[in-house]
T-cell receptor
């Protein structure tokens, strides 16, 4: 059973606009969430994370929002750039666990 | 090294054969992870090493899969009697310590069982 879900397999956005990638989870024990970015033929690269004690974390153009009651998080990229085109994975874990649970990814295409 | 190195980058093997996949983590990283990514899926956890010992092997799908890290650095994932369903990208990641989830992943080994 998929505990982390990314229901949009793909997203296209115009350069300069906002990209919003969504992620839902089912396990209420998850208390740490991450976003990874993956280019073809490369491994995933850590992008940004958020602990469940926060509802927002910002790093430059990237902001992650967490809504614990809805078990939902989102990644906002603004302004979007063509170099942001990649597959984005949402991941979750819980304190004391040794592994991450990943979603199936969303392919973002930023159109110049 | 500068990053996590995985070899080979591609491996094609016949059903029933034995394969070894190698991971060379970032120097000084004590935690090492193996994940498997099947087509259209996200990475799935296989095994976690803290130092030389397998601290958590709960993700290994069956006893055909085994991994070692004898000196606390390089790790080898071993798959016996390969099956077509084992075809996937096998990703290795390392971090400074366990619990540091901002892993650095390698580029993966794409295993194809024919």
């Amino acid at each position: 059973d998929q505990q982390v879900k990314q229901n949009s397999p793909s997203l296209s956005v115009q350069e300069g606009r906002i990209s919003i990638l969504n992620c839902d989870y089912t396990n209420s024990m998850f208390d740490y969430f991450l976003w990874y970015k993956k280019y073809p033929a490369e491994g995933p690269t850590f992008l940004i994370s958020i602990s469940s004690i926060k509802d927002k974390n910002e790093d430059g153009r990237f902001t992650v929002f967490l809504n614990k009651s809805a078990k939902h998080l989102s990644l906002h990229i603004v302004p979007s750039q063509p170099g942001d085109s990649a597959v984005y994975f949402c991941a979750a874990s819980q304190t004391g666990a040794n592994n991450l649970f990943f979603g199936t990814g969303t392919r973002l295409t930023v159109i110049p | 090294g500068a990053g996590v190195s995985q070899t080979p980058s591609n491996k094609v093997t016949e059903k029933g054969k034995y394969v070894e996949l190698r991971c060379d983590p970032i120097s000084g990283h004590t935690a090492l992870y193996w994940y498997r990514q099947s087509l259209g899926q996200g990475p799935e956890f296989l095994i976690y090493f803290q130092g030389t010992g397998a601290a958590d092997d709960s993700g290994l799908p069956n006893d055909r899969f085994f991994a070692v890290r004898p000196e606390g650095s390089v790790s080898t994932l071993k798959i016996q009697r390969t099956e077509r369903g084992d075809s996937a990208v096998y990703l290795c990641a390392s971090s400074v310590t366990g619990g540091d989830y901002g892993y650095t992943f390698g580029s993966g080994t794409r295993l194809t069982v024919v």
